[in-house]
């Protein structure tokens, strides 16, 4: 019997990237409050904690650490993003559970190239001038503000060829709808018995700016 037929189907795995300051930390937030058979990978980081960031955002880590668990096969991706080490544990979701993950894109390539079937949405700010402002009130020092504002003018491209779809987050109930619409279409293909995510030809929502 198929692994699917006896109910217990590969995890989807949903590839939720973008540049920094689109807000894919809150549009992912509202996925998982929404819809119960998601499950949030959390990443590891070398990178220090922020004040007033939540000590379960991340598994919080040293380089060292870091490396022997790159070197034991321990992620799914990792990649190093200004200066610091980002990282996907292998994920072991509940049975039944699709996995979410919250990346930058060159993570996100990792898991298109050894998961092609993962659904990769690109997330892409209403404007610059709000992606800025979000990006300048995290609470990082000012050289690394223009450092996140530079690197997310380089992602965008890379993310927006590489994406299945792409949703302007203008409004995170609209973007919500629109991707949990996405994440069904998905578990539908599946259940279909084809795992391919859509045509590439993205599917844009349009601001309303
Ligand atoms: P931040 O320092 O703002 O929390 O994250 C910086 C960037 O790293 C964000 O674009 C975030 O989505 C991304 N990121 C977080 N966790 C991972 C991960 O496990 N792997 C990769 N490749 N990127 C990650």
Redesign the pocket.
Known sequence: MSEAAAGHAQPLIIVVSGP?GVG?GTVVDALIARDPQLWLSR???T?AQRRGEPDEA?TFTDRATFEEHIAAGGFL???E?LGSY???PIPAPEAGADVV????V??ARQVKAVRPEALLIFVLPPTREEQERRLRH?GDAPDRVVARLRKAEDEEPIGRQLADHIVVNDDVEATVEEMLALIERARSRRSAGSGEPDDPSSTATQSRD
């Open positions: 920094g894919k990443s590891w980081t990178r991340y991706e990792w990649t993003f980002y990282g996907t993950l919250e990346i930058e060159d993570g995290r």
